[in-house]
Each structure stands twice: as C-alpha cells, then as structure tokens.
C-alpha cells in the first residue's frame, strides 16, 4: 500500500479520531484537521484551509455540527474549490442517513469532478457515552421525543473502519454507502440495554417534541444547537426510510455490524456510565 497525505478534518471527533488511528496504524501520514492543530482547520476561518490542504492526497470530512445546519452547504462548496486548488485527489464525506439537506452538500462532492464517497451514517451508539445523551444517562432519567422510532444504531468504531477503507481503497470511488447496524432498537430498548450492561436503574420517559425543545432553552442551551436537535428529532427521526437496516457494513468490512449490546457491555466495562453513582457515595 503506497504512504499517503490524508487531512482528517474534525479529526478529535467521534469518527475523526477513530480514523486518524485507523490510517496511522497502516502508516499513513495524517494531518489533524481541527482549531487546536497546527495548521488549524476551523470552518469558521476558510482563509486558513489552503495551508491545512497543502501537500494532502485526500480528505476525510466531518462537518460541524451537522451538514444539515445553515451554512453548511456554502462551507462544503468553499471546500472543494480550495481542495481543487491543492490537487486533491479524493474526498470522503461523512453524511447522515435520512437528512435531505446533507444531501444538497452531497451533491457538491459527486459533482465536484473529484474521486468521492459518501457515507451515510445512522444514529451513533456513541451518542449516548460521548455526546448529548451521557448527562441524562448519569442522572438516571433519559427524557427524549420520538420515544416509538425504529432506529438502526451504527457504531462509531464501524464508520470509522469503512471510512478508512475507502480513504485507501480505489474501489470504492464514486459510491454512496448507508450503514446501519443490524437491528432497529427505538429509545427506550436502548436505554434498557445501557441500564443492563450498566446494572443502574435508567428510567425513559417519552416527551413531545414542543417539550424537549422548550426543556433545552430553559436549560440555556444555544439556540443553534436546539434547532438541529428539533430538526433531527422530527424530520430525521420522522423519516420512514430511517428504520431500514443496510448490509453495508457487513459488505465492505466482511464481518457483521457492532451489535448495541455488544458497544453497551464495551462502555459499561469502562465505568463511564457509573460516575454518577461513583459521585453520589
């Protein structure tokens, strides 16, 4: 395998650093593209991405916070050109299953004369130990909308592996992969699968939409942050296509999806879940 220049852009996040570990461990050189790297890549600050691109073969990107937040579509699009200017050779965008507008940004790479791949990502198991839904989980009490939604989580470890595949695999240009994992599993089984591994008491209780918005503004949560958890909540999870389950995973990797139970057990081990309990005695 010939030694490449990659910039993984968001490369502290939850894929991010999973594929910078993956592309190092097969000797790669890797670039960190975020706003503590040197040079820093922040997308709020395009006249500093000609220099984080300098010299890079490819791009893994990961957009912050969500390629379906205004603003996103114009970044993707500045991007490219500035990825064009680099004689970058191929782009591999990390997208959300089910979200039309990342799909306008998706658009933007097919066509950007570039080699690409797309691919599409359900919900996250690590949501729940490293993102918005750790807090309610520690408290015991997870409160969310869309409580009956068929979801089929995918794990982090899982995108990042594909990722990495199809950042050092030609045979995966111009394809659109959509990973799942192998079963659908709606809010409340999810949490009773974390109590489980986790032997704590987590209650569920379901909320409407209105509620849980209202809930996050009380809370003081940015506004920009309480609009792409509203819009997720409802034109994501709302979205009949979302509850598919996809063998992409299993097609490309040769081996079945991370199964929740087994990401539950994994982080349960690792006594995230228990700080609370730890804190409380």
Known sequence: MKTENILVIGGTGKTGKRVVQNLEALGHNVRIG??????AFDWHQPEGWAQALEGMDKVYITYQPDLAVPGALRSIEQLVKESKRANVKKLVILSG????????????????????????ASWFNQNFNENFLLEPVLKGVVALPQAEAQIPWVDADDIAAVATKALT????????????????????????????????EIQFIPVSIQEYGEGMRK????????????????????????????????????????DFSDYAAKVA?????????SQAN
């Open 34 to 39: 975020s706003r503590s790297a040197s040079p």
């Open 269 to 277: 081990a690792t006594g995230v879940w228990n700080v609370a309990v």
């Open 97 to 120: 299953k089910g979200e039309r507008e990342a799909q306008l940004c998706e658009q933007v790479i097919i066509h950007s004369g570039l080699d690409y791949t797309i691919v599409r």
């Open 169 to 200: 695999d030609d045979k995966h240009n111009g394809k659109i992969y959509q990973l799942t994992g192998s079963r659908t599993l709606t809010f409340r089984e999810a949490v009773a699968e974390i109590a489980k591994a986790s032997n704590r």
């Open 219 to 258: 809370a003081g949560v940015p506004g920009d942050f309480v609009w792409l958890i509203e819009y997720l909540f409802t034109e994501v999870l709302g979205n009949p296509t979302l509850a598919e389950v996809t063998n992409d995973v299993e097609k490309i990797l040769g081996r079945k999806p991370i």
